[in-house]
């Protein structure tokens, strides 16, 4: 199995099964979105493929290979969370820099402006994160999540501190960027609108239990 496979995931805190006997499938190249109401588990199944999570029992593989023994850094995973998450005294070059130490610096400074004009923020490298928008640090984070080249991209509520007519326009935005770097993504989000517009298939939970997986125009449809 390509990609990345959540076989019987169960994760349990105390007497609370967040995570119920959860088995998903994440083709390459795709984006699944996460959809539920608060508490639904999503947050801790998404943190459970980061590896921030330990698991009660199942378990979590990309290209067939167990992730159980491999730590958060080497999962290769892009992680955006809500806000908050930009280094507050790096502009933003740097801060999109910062998975890049291993490239020599001209190739850093060729990435760095390559994902400031894929998240539409050309010429925004020397600002701080205390002179730019909610909406324009979380395309910063976004294009700091890409910068490395991450087999993969997990996205917790990134719009959701947004207000509503912002959050329509990112995700438009989020939904052409992740198509167009072919980019496999799970996207976690309580609104189904952002769901139905980011994600090629969307996993409905409920009380920590998978209910279905289906096409955006599917669930759309259901009265
Ligand atoms: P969602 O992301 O859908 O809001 P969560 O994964 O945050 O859901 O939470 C799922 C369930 O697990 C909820 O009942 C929540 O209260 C509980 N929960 C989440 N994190 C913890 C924790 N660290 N300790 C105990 N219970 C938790
Ligand atoms: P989110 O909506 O992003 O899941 P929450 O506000 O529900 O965030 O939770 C914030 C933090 O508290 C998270 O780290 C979560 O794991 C933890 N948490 C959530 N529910 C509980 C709970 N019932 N008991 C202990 N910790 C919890």
Known sequence: VTGLEVRGVTVRYGDTVAVDDVSLHVEPGTVVA?????????????????????????AIAWDGEDLAPVKVHKRNFGLVFQDGQLFPTMDVARNIAYGLGKLPKDQQRARVAEMLELVGLAGYGDRKPTELSGGQAQRVALARSLAPSPRAILLDEPLSALDTGLRRRLADDLARILRETGTTAVHVTHDHQEAYTVADRVAVLHEGRLLQVDAPEALRERP
């Open 34 to 58: 996460l959809l539920g109401a608060s508490g639904s588990g999503k947050s801790t199944l998404l943190r459970a493929v980061a590896g921030l999570q330990p698991l009660t029992s199942g």
